[in-house]
């Protein structure tokens, strides 16, 4: 299986000085995602956790709500002229065998930084939530809220070593960190989390939190709400489609999550004071 990382051969400038020496970087490949048999679409991906992300992905697109209507996971051609598997096709069977509907296939390569590109109108980049987000009881202290940056960042092992990734982050409402995920793309990260919690037969993620290391833009927001997270919280800013998204479904948004202190955007009413 492809590498998380791969070295590199860099030379190294600092003021009048240079010196070569090796250097890790971030791997990014693609993945060809192919539903019964039939090809959805190809993402841009850090490899690693695979199934994770394909079985996320289903979720966000409204395809997959519970673990039994995934059947199963597979690699599947994808090999060198060697005849090496390059482990970059993966085919999900979903109970139902019903194909992907035509307005789901992507026209363009989904790339590390955007997960709704090809998208073929602007009608499709919303999906139904199937949740009632308002009525998760959710309630969370700012103290155990500060605290979720730091967790984050200390669990990001390929980061430390790349600099050059995203995570995401599933918690409780005591900060009890359950799965952490890298990837180059932040939707990627969200989409390998809400995977592994499919696959634990988790969804709905009611009570729990998503932390992001980045921004929070209007697809991690959509992604949260289809996998029935109340509260959604990124170290950098949200979007302002983001923030309506939302205040619409009832989900709490939080952004600029660090050195104790945030900016609440929806779903205020969930932060407590412990009693």
Partial sequence: MARVTERRRTVRLQGQERSVRPDSLAAEEPLEIRINGSALTVSMRTPGHDFD???????AEGLVAGAEELTALRYCAGATDEGVNTYNVIDAALRD???????LHRNLLTSSACGICGRETI???RVRVPHDLAADPLRITPDVLYGLPD???AAQRVFDSTGG???AGLFTS??????????VGRHNAVDKVVGWALRENLLPLTGHVLMVSGRASFELTQKAAMAGLPLLAAVSAPSSL???????LGLTLVGFLRNRSGNVYTGAERITEAP
Avoid at 53 to 59: C, D, I, R
Avoid at 174 to 181: A, H, N
Wanted: include cysteine; proline fraction near 2%.
């Fill in 174 to 183: 005591e900060g009890e960190l359950l799965c952490l995920r890298e990837d």
């Fill in 151 to 153: 967790t984050l960042r």
């Fill in 97 to 103: 065998r019903a194909a992907a509907p035509v307005s």
């Fill in 165 to 167: 990734l995203h995570a």
């Fill in 123 to 125: 009608e499709s980049i």
């Fill in 242 to 248: 983001a923030v309506d998204l939302a205040e619409e």
């Fill in 53 to 59: 992300l394909v079985a996320g992905f289903l979720v």
